[in-house]
């Protein structure tokens, strides 16, 4: 016997998955708006970190993983420091990051780096990169 999952089905398991993965609570957040306040790369995403916890309180993960928002966090942790409720969506998005690499989706095709790049930056910051963007 073939069960038939909905939409909705499917997408309340990947929220699920997401608050075990990340250890956030998204019912948590009442929109404060102090993490997109204080966040260093807000201006830079298409769906800022407010909404992100929004949007999944709604069932809307493909709004998330069409964003932009979970490749340019930096993960400083801002969000979590100023959230009166202790959300922290940089540890959210690192979820949706993980989930994403693992479905074998690349973000970014790195193939060679410069030279001059490797001489300079900071090993860590090399490897760091690697485990953001390729899986």
Known sequence: ??????????????IRQLERMSGED????YQCGNCSGGCPVSYAMDVPPSQIIRFLQLG????????????????CLQCYSRCPKGVSVA????AMRQLSLRKGADHDNISELPFPFLKKAPQQAIVCGFRKFVS
Not at 26 to 29: A, E, L, V, Y
Not at 91 to 94: A, F
């Open 60 to 75: 809307r993960v493909d709004k998330i993983a069409e964003a932009n928002s979970m490749w340019v966090c930096v993960g």
């Open 91 to 94: 540890n959210t998005l690192e």
């Open 26 to 29: 998204f019912k948590k957040c």
């Open 1 to 14: 016997m073939k069960i038939k999952l909905s939409k909705e089905d499917i997408d309340s398991a990947l």
